[in-house]
Antibody
Framework: EVQVVESGGGLVQPGGSLRLSCVVS????????MDWLRQAPGEGLEWLGR??????????EYAASVKGRFTISRDDSKNSLYLQMNSLKAEDTAVYFC?????????????????WGQGTTVTVSS | AIRMTQSPSSFSASTGDRVTITCRAS??????LAWYQQKPGKAPEFLIF???TLQSGVPSRFSGSGSGTDFTLTISSLQSEDFATYYC?????????FGQGTKVEIK
């Protein structure tokens, strides 16, 4: 069974840091691009960033709202994706999702996110 | 960043209705568009990619169309399990961006 499971959420004070983890199973993690997204309470979906696969040098992309504060990394040996979040603000309060990117091989074409985790909640408050 | 605008933001419909949701991109995105369904408290589910290609396992009552800047998601006969919020998303260029969502409610 293909599965994505996030963890690491919790309550953190403004200015603090938190590291989210995402462990996957049921597919070859190293072949895939992976994304982090979030959804603030009552709001829509916001894409945060992407980790490309080894074949594409593990390069990353970020949304402007988190670039320089958030860092995406991965450990293919552990089938894991990470989101290091620094300098957290109240507006970072959200459910954070990890998702697999559907990828067409050959010259890679990244489509949408076809497998999502259940999300982990981050609350930034004093 | 490419702005995605959905309309309407919400509407009410009845089981069996044919419903259409529109998504407009602020610039040409070819057919680089996906649609998702999200129910309260759940992760989104991937419905359609490349504007009109149904993801495996998605019921055939869902269909997508469009290219360039204007896209539609159609549900041919609304079922009880289809009451949810729907999002479009462009993957033509970074950053990936979503529409604000369209909530389909029971009339």
């Amino acid at each position: 069974e293909v599965q994505v499971v996030e963890s690491g959420g919790g309550l953190v004070q403004p200015g603090g840091s938190l590291r989210l983890s995402c462990v996957v199973s049921g597919f070859t993690f190293s072949d895939h691009y992976m994304d982090w997204l979030r959804q603030a309470p009552g709001e829509g979906l916001e894409w945060l960033g992407r980790s490309r696969n080894k074949a594409n040098s593990y390069t990353t992309e970020y949304a402007a709202s988190v670039k320089g504060r958030f860092t995406i990394s991965r450990d293919d040996s552990k089938n894991s994706l990470y989101l290091q979040m620094n300098s957290l603000k109240a507006e970072d309060t959200a459910v954070y999702f990890c998702a697999r990117v559907q990828l067409k091989l050959g010259p890679p074409v990244a489509y949408g996110m076809d497998v999502w985790g259940q999300g982990t909640t981050v609350t930034v408050s004093s | 960043a490419i702005r995605m605008t959905q309309s309407p933001s919400s509407f009410s419909a009845s089981t069996g209705d044919r419903v259409t949701i529109t998504c407009r991109a602020s610039q040409d995105i070819r057919n680089s568009l996906a649609w998702y369904q999200q129910k309260p408290g759940k992760a989104p589910e991937f419905l359609i990619f490349a504007a009109s290609t149904l993801q495996s396992g998605v019921p055939s009552r869902f269909s997508g169309s469009g290219s360039g800047t204007d896209f539609t998601l159609t549900i041919s006969s609304l079922q009880s399990e289809d009451f949810a919020t729907y999002y479009c998303q462009q993957y033509y260029s970074y950053p990936v961006t979503f529409g604000q969502g369209t909530k389909v409610e029971i009339k």
